[in-house]
């Protein structure tokens, strides 16, 4: 194998397992080449990479997907990579749905990519209509090459949506879980997450329950004329640097009583739509957050795959 190691801000050829450092070869293992006892990482040749927005800091190169496309890798590229789902549509009820459940947040630390990487950002769920048959939707799973996250589970909706208990939509499971709707047959229950990705939608009570969120369950309320509010979403270093939003967070419900002015359902923190008695509120664009219930539901968020990497590596 040949490649290189910065040494004192040059570039030092590299053969086999040993680096060549003012003319004496030094103990090389496993990426790693010691100098003056000290292990130093070292890469095999100088990577390109192209694809996405590029953003950089001191240390690192970051590169923004919020639509579908390629990151392109000649070489050998060690990264971090944060993936962020589509978010879940919240339910459509003229009493009161459940919240759109976030679409699945997850971080891979230094992994080893190497060729052309296939990016897809999931969308969000689009959401359903009161009384018309159309129901909410699971928002899409997005992925860099072999690392990926869930989409956000669907909020649920009662019988008062389709005046049919047969046609009861219990909610979905997801990255995170879509919250419970307040009216519908049997016993159902919010939706689950996918573990390390998000958290369950919130239960009914007075009226549906909140989507999950990455950082926690979606809200109940104990008031008719109160919705649930939206699990909170989260944020990282990899999404500051690149001027991206938080993330991943829950779709709030519609109160069954009131009005536009109070009584609304948050959404959580993290780009997680609004729900008022009636209106309701998509999740954010890049954000996978999940969409606010209502009599017309709203749909979730797009998603975001942000990746990082040294400037070493490609040559600083």
Not at 6 to 23: N, P
Not at 47 to 55: D, I, R
Not at 78 to 86: E, L, Y
Not at 230 to 253: F, Q, Y
Request: net charge neutral; aromatic share 6%.
């Amino acid at each position: 194998m040949t490649g290189h190691v910065k040494i004192g801000g040059v570039w030092k050829d590299v053969s086999g397992l040993s680096a060549k450092v003012g003319g004496t070869w030094k103990e090389a293992s496993e990426g790693h080449v010691k100098i003056g006892g000290v292990w130093k990482q070292f890469y095999a040749g100088i990577a390109v990479v192209t694809g996405g927005t590029l953003f950089s800091d001191a240390t690192y190169y970051y590169r923004k997907f919020t639509s579908s496309g390629t990151l392109g890798i000649s070489g050998t590229l060690v990264a971090d990579i944060i993936s962020v789902a589509g978010g879940g549509a919240g339910g459509a009820s003229s009493g009161s749905g459940g919240g759109g459940g976030a679409g699945g947040v997850d971080t891979f630390s230094l992994v080893t990519l190497s060729g052309d990487q296939t990016v897809t950002i999931g969308a969000g769920g689009s959401g359903g209509i009161n009384n018309s048959g159309s129901t909410p939707n699971q928002g899409s799973a997005t992925s860099l090459g072999a690392y990926s996250t869930t989409g956000g589970g669907a909020g649920g909706c009662g019988a008062q949506n389709f005046r049919s208990y047969s046609l009861d939509q219990a909610a979905r499971d997801g990255g995170s879980g879509g919250g419970d709707e307040h009216a519908g047959a049997g016993a159902n229950d919010p939706g689950n997450a996918v573990a390390g990705q998000g958290s369950a939608g919130g239960d009914k009570l007075s009226v549906g329950g909140g989507g999950g969120g990455k950082a926690g369950a979606g809200g109940t309320s104990n008031s008719t004329s109160q919705g649930s509010d939206g699990g909170s979403g989260t944020t990282s270093n990899l999404l500051n640097a690149t001027s991206s939003s938080a993330v991943g967070g829950g779709g709030g419900s519609r109160p069954k009583v009131g009005n536009d002015i109070a009584g609304h359902g948050d959404g959580g923190y993290g780009g997680g739509g609004s729900a008022t008695r009636n209106y309701a509120n998509s999740g954010t664009a890049s954000t996978g957050g999940g969409g606010g219930s209502g009599i017309t539901s709203a749909s979730g968020g797009s998603g975001i795959v942000v990746v990082r990497y040294t400037k070493d590596q490609v040559g600083g």
